[in-house]
């Protein structure tokens, strides 16, 4: 090795050394690829040299890195002529051509390439051929270095291959580079989301409820803040009009349905608790124009507005345990004015001093009792409902319906049918509920038990008269409803049971429906053909069942004095045992 071929050694092996150097000292991508640049402009001699990488699209190649060009000159190839990543390496300018192919690709004369549309910026620019070398790794070509000469240059193999070794060595000092600039860009977001956290959960932490923490986010976005609630509420604002959002559309999250999401004009970020959607936070905007760090104050907003919301109902439910105390020590007969329970009320927001209604609502789900969830949800409706009324009903779950202990003189809806339709409204709202039935019952202050047995009565009545689904007052039961109040299932099912006893003991013991026969066959207006459709039967069937009842109560069903014996007996029958499930169920 001579002493020319050995300082040139020495050139290049210093050269790598500095590449390495810069990237072990944690210098940012930019200056490495300026770095590389220069570097390769030096060691062969260049007149220019660029490094050029694919832009986020990976439609064109862009200018990276350079030594010698001139800022004028890169800026207007990056917007304004940028070079075109071809779909092959057929065709195209020289940076694509290498960087589909993956091999150099040399051009000694641009004057004589008849597609070269960047020939006004390079005479600008001032050179006359250029060489484009692949940036190989073991993932692919990630980008190109090119060298530029001023005047026509042939190519040789040596200059191309010194080229080529020295992208190499460019190749992994980018790629570590790339990966150093990523972790510093994750530790800093991490560093500045924990942050944003830090000031989200702080706001919670001194009370500061949802208005602190939409008031927090608008700070930290610079734009409009919405937070809604599961019925379309504003449950607070910062920055913006109320109307900012569309339809809330909420339930259940959608399995891979993302926290941050676009929906309309707007960015939503789903507050979750318990595997559904509590409220939404609503940001006007495109989720894929969010900054990486807004986007975290988003989700980090979503994750401490359940905590809130969690908090809040918690303490919700701790109130409304006690208000179920409340009721269930009142239907077991405490007296509402006396002061340790005039006190306990008052503490809650009631006062029972007043006269109330007592409104018993019966919730469904196919046509059956609806599980304890839905009976919940539907008991926060009824809630939410009597939170507007002032002074302000008791609401609570007792047994398996919803209670609610509604003043006579009320703001809101009125007390009566009124009320009722409002609150059959508000449960048959909620999610999982079908159905409800609400009976009422007439003014009481010292008896409400009685009340509540009333009530709760009209709801079997009503079920026996097939008017579930529906408001019922004790005056639409007719006759029924003035037994109802008589409040006596003894001397109630006494008189039952002389007409229609043998009746019930001939089902029971023998597991026949003569009894749902004769209530069908009154209901059909003593017609055996009617009673047949009704019962899928066939006539001759239904004439069998009527004899056997006939021969058991010795009613001549044929005569309309024992016509009406047996729907009297049939109603309070239906009351008798409304008035014992009330007794059972207090």
Request: hydrophobic letters at 45%.
């Amino acid at each position: 090795m001579d002493g020319g071929d050995a300082t040139e050694l020495r050139s290049w092996l210093a050269a790598v050394s500095a590449l390495t150097a810069a990237v072990n000292a944690g210098r940012g991508l930019r200056d490495v690829l300026d770095l590389v640049a220069a570097t390769a402009r030096e060691l062969l001699g260049l007149d220019f040299c660029g490094v050029l990488v694919p832009d986020p699209a990976e439609r064109n190649l862009v200018i990276a890195g350079w030594s010698g060009l001139t800022e004028e000159y890169v800026a207007r190839v990056n917007s304004d002529r940028p070079v075109r990543l071809e779909a092959d390496a057929s065709g195209g300018a020289p940076s694509s051509r290498a960087y589909r192919s993956g091999r150099p690709c040399a051009v000694a004369d641009i004057s004589l390439e008849p597609d070269f549309i960047w020939g006004g910026v390079a005479r600008e620019q001032g050179y006359r051929s250029m060489l484009s070398v692949p940036l190989v790794t073991a993932s692919g070509v990630i980008g190109t270095l090119n060298s530029y000469r001023s005047a026509v240059h042939e190519f040789g193999p040596e200059e191309i291959d010194r080229l080529q070794l020295l992208a190499e060595h460019a190749a992994l000092a980018i790629t570590s580079a790339r990966v150093l600039d990523d972790l510093r860009d994750q530790r800093d977001l991490v560093m500045r989301s924990e942050k944003i956290h830090e000031r989200l959960l702080r706001v919670a932490v001194r009370a500061g409820g949802v208005e602190g923490i939409a008031g927090a986010l608008h700070d930290l976005l610079g734009a409009p803040v919405l937070v809604q609630g599961v019925r379309g509420e504003v449950l607070a604002q910062a920055g913006g009009p109320p109307d900012l959002p569309g339809d809330a559309g909420y339930g259940r999250r959608a399995d891979g349905g993302g926290l941050v999401r676009e929906q309309g004009p707007h960015v939503v970020a789903d507050v979750v608790l318990e595997g559904e959607v509590a409220a939404r936070v609503w940001v006007p905007g495109r989720a894929g124009e969010l900054a990486p760090l807004d986007r975290r104050a988003l989700e980090h907003a979503s994750i401490v507005l359940s905590l809130e919301l969690l908090r809040r109902r918690t303490a919700l439910e701790v109130e409304q345990n006690l208000r179920g105390d409340l009721l269930a020590d009142l239907l077991a007969g405490a007296d509402p004015t006396s002061p340790s329970v005039r006190d306990r009320a008052g503490l809650l927001g009631h006062d029972l001093v007043r006269d109330h209604l007592t409104l018993v609502a019966q919730v469904t789900t196919g046509g059956g009792p609806a599980p304890a969830g839905a009976v919940q949800r539907a008991l926060t409706e009824a809630v939410a409902l009597a939170s507007g009324v002032r002074p302000r009903p008791l609401v609570a779950v007792h047994r398996d319906v919803i209670v609610a202990l509604w003043p006579v003189v009320a703001t809101g809806p009125a007390a009566g049918r009124p009320a009722a339709d409002a609150l059959r409204r508000s449960v048959r709202s909620a999610r999982g509920v079908d159905d409800a039935t609400v009976a009422v019952a007439d003014p009481a202050q010292r008896d409400l038990l009685n009340a509540y047995r009333t009530a709760r009565g009209a709801l079997t009545v009503a079920g026996h008269a097939g008017r579930s689904g529906s408001t019922i007052t004790l005056d639409d039961l007719g006759v029924a409803g003035l037994l109802l109040q008589l409040g006596d299932p003894v001397r109630l099912r006494a008189y039952a049971d002389r007409t229609l006893g043998a009746l019930l003991r001939y089902d029971h013991d023998h597991g026949a429906a003569l009894l749902r026969t004769l209530r069908t066959y009154l209901d059909s207006g003593v017609d055996r053909h009617l009673t047949a459709r009704g019962l899928t039967l066939h006539p001759n069937t239904v004439s069998q069942r009527l004899r056997r009842i006939e021969a058991l109560t010795g009613l001549d069903l044929r005569s309309s004095q024992a016509v009406v014996d047996a729907r009297a007996a049939l109603i309070v029958l239906d009351v008798a045992e409304g008035t014992d499930a009330a007794h059972d169920r207090v």
